[in-house]
């Protein structure tokens, strides 16, 4: 069978994984290539076991990196969020974890070039607007990947990557809250729908008679929850604008709860049809920001941070990640920028083959 070569890095960005295209190297037509990814990744089989894909939506993720035309950035990052089983590819939301890998792959392939023992990569997120400065560590002018930095979800150390997200409020939906007010009720469960970096509905644990600290197995075999969360969402995301939402990804499903280990506040963050392992990256920015806002569905959860900038650590399914929020609270909350610090690793490099029958190539 005749097969189409394409060059790619395949990393792991925070706690995700997936390949990382120059986005030159792929079909410039959307319907395309969706087929493409769904082809790499081995979309339509519970173990992708034909493509890429680590049979759970944490490794069927998708980075395309191009040269950016912004006056502020130098790399733009094109997300695509492959299903695993249904052969959808979703354009719509991005991906703070596998933006983690976007300034190591953009110096691997050559989009960038390292600037000294720390090189700044200033990134645009095309499928959102935001901007993000990446931080990534380049001792004589090579791609660090080991160091002493640990994030929960990730086994061992590696090399520290500093996030610092600008432009995520309203991202999505054009608002922080996109149905106007800071509650709204849906089913006989009272939610926060909030947009920052990640449109999301987010709710209490203790409403869906839950704890808020079940682990992502416990929670995945709770059918009637997802059941529940998912008419939810559906109501939800009609509310906030986003229309029929039933086959998209966004917004995503968050449950909050008393932090238990020392943390802010606990967390768990839905993909929205099974568990997030550990937490989103965008995610976070945005369940920080409900955390800090007077008035959401966070109200009697937590002792309120009052002064900025904010060190908000949720705690996850998997550990806690620390989010470092600069705010502004006059009559309501203002997101000045959120930052963040993960870890990637390059995998592997080469070339990932499609069918030619899929795409002949350029």
Not at 156 to 165: R, S
Request: net charge negative; hydrophobic share 45%; aromatic share 6%.
């Amino acid at each position: 069978m005749e097969q189409t070569a394409i060059p790619y890095v395949f990393m792991r960005g925070g706690t995700s994984r997936g390949p990382y295209f120059n986005r030159a190297d792929l079909p410039a037509d959307r319907e395309t290539l969706a087929e493409v990814l769904i082809a790499v990744l081995g979309s339509g089989h519970a173990n992708n076991i034909d493509g890429l894909g680590g049979g759970v939506a944490v490794t069927t993720k998708v980075a395309m990196l191009s040269p950016s035309d912004d006056d502020w950035a130098e790399v733009d990052y094109f997300f695509a969020q492959v299903s695993v089983e249904d052969r959808l590819v979703d354009f719509k939301p991005t991906c703070g974890n596998i933006l983690s890998g976007v300034g190591p792959a953009a110096i691997e392939l050559g989009l960038v070039r390292p600037t000294g023992d720390e090189t700044e990569v200033k990134i645009r997120a095309v499928n959102t607007g935001a901007k993000v400065l990446a931080r990534v560590q380049t001792p004589g002018g090579a791609m660090r990947y080991d160091g002493d930095a640990e994030i929960a979800g990730v086994p061992g150390t590696a090399a520290p990557i500093a996030l610092n997200f600008m432009g995520v409020v309203g991202s999505s939906t054009g608002a922080f809250l996109p149905t106007g007010h800071l509650r709204d009720e849906f089913d006989g469960i009272e939610v926060t729908c909030m947009d920052v970096a990640m449109p999301m509905v987010i709710a209490r644990a203790q409403d869906f008679g839950l704890t808020g600290y079940e682990s992502a197995a416990e929670l995945d075999a709770n059918t009637e929850f997802f059941a529940r969360m998912e008419a939810v969402r559906l109501k939800a995301g009609a509310a906030m604008g986003m229309g029929d939402v039933s086959k998209s990804v966004t917004p995503k499903f968050g449950l909050l709860a008393p932090a238990k280990a020392g943390g802010t506040i606990a967390t768990r963050y839905f993909m929205p049809w099974n568990t997030h392992p550990s937490m989103a990256v965008t995610g976070a920015q945005c369940l920080a920001s409900c955390a800090l806002t007077p008035g959401t569905v966070a109200d009697g959860l937590l002792e309120r941070p009052t002064t900025s900038p904010a060190s908000v650590v949720l705690e996850h399914a998997s550990g806690t990640i620390e989010v470092l929020v600069d705010f502004e609270m006059n009559n309501h909350f203002t997101l000045n920028s959120a930052g963040l610090l993960r870890t990637a690793r390059k995998l592997a490099d080469g070339r990932v083959y499609v069918p030619a029958s899929v795409w002949k190539g350029r």
